[in-house]
């Protein structure tokens, strides 16, 4: 019997550390040979390592939302046929965060009022006459600015409120005292009626597929200088197009929604700017230019967002495009995404859907150094050679790397689309 550590393998891609998503197991749990162990997460992806001994965790090291490095110990496990001399080394059990504390401020004990930017909470209620008696007119009662500002907050007259501090000075406990008794045949003064105020703070850590988004959309805003150009496109043809086929569609097949005919106008387009279609290296300063269009889905799932990888978009038709886009986001979705189906990407598309707004300003998925942003379609009177006709219209949002992206050829581009999609038998020609 003897000590075993075992230690965050490499999970490829180069990954040097992990976040500890979720234990599976506890300080003195019996596990089995290949039981799963924890989540870890990286970039990439959620991976479920597993048990490599059948023993006793003896201790665990690191808490959800911690980063571990690759070669640390994570598990330290008592086992048969383990050799401890030859075992990994074990490390010391790392301190666990405190959690995050949810704040109750309605049962909060009463604060003082010299701490800065705090008070004692309360219901809002009405003034009683049956505590203390008014003072002389003109005598303004004695109180702190935090009593005078919670008072008002809640509103109760202070001339109406007897102090039992020194001088008759008012406290919290007197304010409390007052409110407490019935109010309700009594009325002095105007009075704050209508909707009750809302007390209370959440304190929420942020770990998990959370954090890595936002770390990621932070340093895709640090690093890259963003450019965005937004076109209007009138898709109405499109629209109608789109409707006819999905009404005559062979049994099986799915639903098409504008992404699978916005892929397909990449996919022609791209050739022509071989720059839009690419990655940026800014550390090696390498412009790597991609021949295959590999379309990453900006995909929101209850983990947060994801972006699965549709690969070689230029050799798939419209019906293979919708059902990969819809394979990917149910993947995505149920937490069964593949890490290769995470990687690779040379271009991003996201869409809202209904919830598209009018205009956008996408954060490029970094390394790519374009994304595109389709908008919701809605119908108004467009006016079309003297005529006030209605038309079906979409705003295109997108965003492009200034850095290895001219202006001038993102919106040439950007307008090249808004052709493409606004006749859409060019789609189909090579």
Known sequence: MGQYGFKLPDIGEGTAEAEIVAWHVKDGDVVDEDQPLVDMMTEKATVELTSPVTGKVLSLHGGVGEKTAVGSVLVTFEAEGVDSEESAPVLSKPEKKAPAIKVDLESTAEIESTAPNKKAISPAVKPSKSVGKSRAPGESPSASPAVRRRAEELGVKLQYVKGSGPDGRISHDDIDAFISDDASALNFGPQKVGYAPRFGDEEITIIGMRRQIAERMQQSKRHIPHFSYVEEVDVTELENLRQHLNFIKAEGRPKLTLLPFIMRALANLLPDYPQINATFDDDAGILHQHAPVHVGIATQTPKGLMVPVLQHVESRDLWD???????????????????????????????????GGVVTTPIINRPEVAIIGP???????????????????????????????????????????????????????Q
């Open 321 to 355: 495009t919708a059902t990969e886009i819809l394979r990917l986001a149910k993947a995505a979705r149920d937490g069964k995404v593949a890490r290769e189906e995470l990687t690779g990407g040379t271009i991003t598309v996201t869409s809202l859907g209904p919830l």
């Open 375 to 429: 908008n919701k379609i809605t119908e108004r009177l467009v006016l079309r050679e003297g005529q006030v006709i209605p038309r079906k219209m979409m705003n295109l949002s997108s965003s492009f790397d200034h850095r290895v992206v001219d202006g001038y050829d993102a919106a040439e581009f950007i307008q090249k689309i808004k052709g493409s999609l606004e006749n859409p038998a060019t789609l189909f020609l």
